[in-house]
């Protein structure tokens, strides 16, 4: 299974025999349409989709729900949702902008996460040092970047608050993550930095 960032906090996950598009921005509706996501989670609606007449079937409420094969979950947190996604043995959990602070009773609903996108928010170092926290909390194998502006250049810029927050020496983003199956634990949380794909 592939990982694409696409901009803003929107991640695209191609498995073997769906794609799964997660926290689409509001700023692109077509951005299903273009990626041929045959289902959307979280984003752009404000209620479910799962029969639709066409197009992608859209998630956007807490539950269980398993569609064309893909596993999901939506565990309600204080002020939002955040999903759990699992495809072809990959979980994927996608925070976007969420608030970073979790109640123990919802990292225990998340399970273990394979990959966890998080926002930055444009790069704060309190955003950062809350992701950071997040992150020793949920524990996940790897934890993808989202939300904030990738430098032309070499230069961290906005993802530089957080690569101190997190004691990186070198970041080199990469245009996608290949997963392959579940890693079922993790000592220790992988950073990946990708490059948008717009």
């Given amino acids: ?43 752009l609606s404000t209620e479910n989709i799962l029969r639709p007449a066409s197009g992608p079937q859209v998630v956007v409420r ?16 204080a002020t939002a949702t955040v999903f759990v996604t699992e495809l ?8 976007g902008d969420l608030d970073a602070a979790l109640s123990d009773e919802a990292v225990e609903q998340l399970g273990f996460i394979d990959a966890m996108g998080v926002g930055l928010q444009g790069g704060s170092p ?6 950071a926290q997040l992150i020793a909390r949920v524990q996940p194998a790897v934890m993808i970047p989202t939300g904030y502006q990738s430098a032309l250049d070499a230069a961290p810029g906005e993802l530089a608050a957080f690569v101190r927050e997190m004691g990186l020496t070198q970041v080199v983003p990469q245009a996608k993550l290949t997963l392959s199956g579940s890693s079922g634990s ?11 794909r717009r």
Avoid: H, N
């Fill in 126 to 131: 309190a955003r950062a040092l809350a992701v």
């Fill in 1 to 43: 299974m592939d990982i694409t960032w696409l901009g803003d906090d929107s991640l695209l996950l191609r498995g073997r025999e769906a794609k799964v598009l997660l926290s689409p921005t509001r700023a692109d509706p077509q951005l299903p349409a273009r990626t041929g996501a045959d289902l959307v989670i979280g984003g």
């Fill in 62 to 77: 807490a539950g269980e729900y398993e569609l064309r094969g893909i596993s999901v979950r939506g565990v309600q947190l």
């Fill in 88 to 95: 072809d043995d990959v979980t994927v959990c996608s925070f």
């Fill in 186 to 196: 993790a000592e220790e949380t992988r950073v990946v930095v990708l490059e948008p």
